[in-house]
């Protein structure tokens, strides 16, 4: 499994799918029972089926590739080993994905940081840096300002800035991530992006 992964390569443009678009005709729970029943290449069509999510997800979270690497194959050696105990009755998806997100949060606490933001991220903010011969120095800067202000906002606000406006996960599939409600999550959401601007305004456009 382990030669499986690290034969993936990572692709920052991966754009985040729902389950139901990414899945083939066989689906995750009949994939799931032939893993229990022995058939062990059953959890390599998982693989391939979640690698490139879980790979958007994770680089959302920390934004260094090697990282990202490692998170996305512990947490399928997680779910590898979990994987008989499974519910049934909840999607592979969720449950993988919290996986994913548990592990990043918890990379970051012992790194001593949150977030490490692209500057994708900055540009849905309307923090994109002008045109010009000045313009990767400022992108860099830029980069640097979101990441700052993003590791001194609160965990619980970064995790859902991360995965909804970084990974475009519905505010639906991240409260059964979380384990909260979808309202929960818009609140979050919405107090996530106001702390964000507001910071971003006092400390360079004041």
């Not at 799918?17 to 083939?24: G, L, M, N, Y």
């Not at 391939?48 to 958007?56: L, S, V």
């Not at 590791?151 to 475009?168: A, F, I, Q, S």
Request: charged fraction near 30%.
């Amino acid at each position: 499994m382990k030669a499986t992964l690290e034969r993936k390569k990572i692709s920052e443009n991966v754009r985040f799918r729902s389950p139901r678009t990414v899945r083939d005709l066989i689906s995750d729970v009949k994939l799931i029972e032939e893993f229990e029943s022995g058939n062990r290449g059953a959890f390599e069509k998982l693989i391939h089926r979640y690698y490139g999510p879980a790979m958007k997800i994770a680089y959302g979270f920390v934004g260094h590739r090697e990282l990202t690497q490692d998170i996305v194959q512990e947490a399928f050696a997680k779910a590898y080993k979990a994987l008989p105990g499974y519910d049934h009755s909840r999607p592979f998806s969720t449950w993988f994905f919290r996986i994913v997100t548990n592990l990043c949060i918890d990379k970051l606490r012992r790194r001593g940081h949150r977030s490490l933001v692209s500057l994708e991220n900055a540009r849905d903010y309307n923090l994109e840096p002008a045109s010009g011969d000045h313009a990767r120095h400022q992108s860099d800067e830029t980069a640097e300002a979101v990441q700052d202000i993003m590791e001194r906002m609160p965990e619980k606000y970064v995790t859902v800035l991360t995965m909804r406006d970084l990974n475009t996960i519905s505010c639906e599939r991240i409260a059964d991530i979380l384990h909260v409600s979808a309202s929960t999550v818009r609140w979050r959401l919405s107090l996530a992006r106001r702390m964000f601007r507001e910071r971003w305004n006092k400390k360079y456009r004041d």
